[in-house]
């Protein structure tokens, strides 16, 4: 059985393992999936991890696409970076930059992906830091490799005022967490996301087709209904 790789940002999860089934039935493949941050998915790419299609954000692409790395592109939409909590617990007020201040000093926990090489945990350090609690929030965090990571360890927290930090994709998807509300204006981060075919392919033809349905009206309700704004 032929095999088609995808390397996809975790935002993208909810929506590449919709088509999974279906695709490997009719066209006789089987998807091979990996998911993580961005940052790790690139970097697994470019060391030369097996990989038909790349599913990352619009601008990391556009680096890429600079280079020649990359062939046929599909847009998915726009996904806003989000604040959770565990399913049962009160939802703080985030309506400005007062509100999320006051929310995440009064957390134990503060649950974000990899600030290092995730979009979100990059954005989300950033956003204490121009709040002012960076220091103070320091010991609270509990970084993950990735946001649906993040997530899962939210759902299982054992503090008792956990909170959590991601795209709003990554946490609509994972159960036992709620979201409370994407960042208020001003401390908003909105990314664009695309798949593409890498030059390198393997199998060029499943995975331009692969792309396109990722990309098509046939996935345009589970991309909305996970948080993509198309």
């Not at 990554?170 to 960042?183: C, F, M, Q, S």
């Amino acid at each position: 059985m032929r095999e088609l790789f995808v390397l996809s940002a975790g935002a993208a999860k909810a929506v590449v393992m919709s088509l999974k089934a279906g695709f490997e039935r009719e066209e006789g493949v089987a998807l091979r999936t990996t998911f993580g941050a961005v940052g790790a998915m690139r970097d697994q790419w470019a060391a030369g991890t097996p990989c038909d299609v790349l599913i990352l954000s619009a601008k990391l692409l556009d680096d890429l696409a600079g280079d020649g790395a990359i062939d046929a592109r599909v847009a998915l939409g726009r996904v806003r970076t989000g604040v959770a909590v565990p399913s049962g617990s009160v939802l703080p007020p985030i309506a400005d930059g007062y509100e999320l201040r006051r929310a995440f000093l009064a957390a134990t926990s503060l649950y974000l992906p990899d600030p290092q090489r995730a979009t979100a945990g990059i954005h989300c350090v950033e956003v204490l830091q121009r709040l002012g609690i960076a220091d103070a929030m320091q010991p609270r965090l509990r970084p993950f490799p990735n946001g649906a990571a993040a997530m899962a360890g939210l759902a299982t927290a054992v503090e008792e005022r956990a909170i959590g930090c991601t795209q709003v994709t990554e946490i609509l998807y994972t159960p036992g967490v709620t979201l409370v509300g994407a960042l208020p204006a001003g401390f908003e981060l909105n990314t664009e996301y695309a798949a593409a075919v890498v030059a390198r392919a393997r199998e060029a033809t499943l995975a331009r087709s692969f792309v396109a349905r990722l990309g098509g009206d046939g996935t345009l309700a589970t991309r909305r209904a996970g948080g993509f704004e198309v």
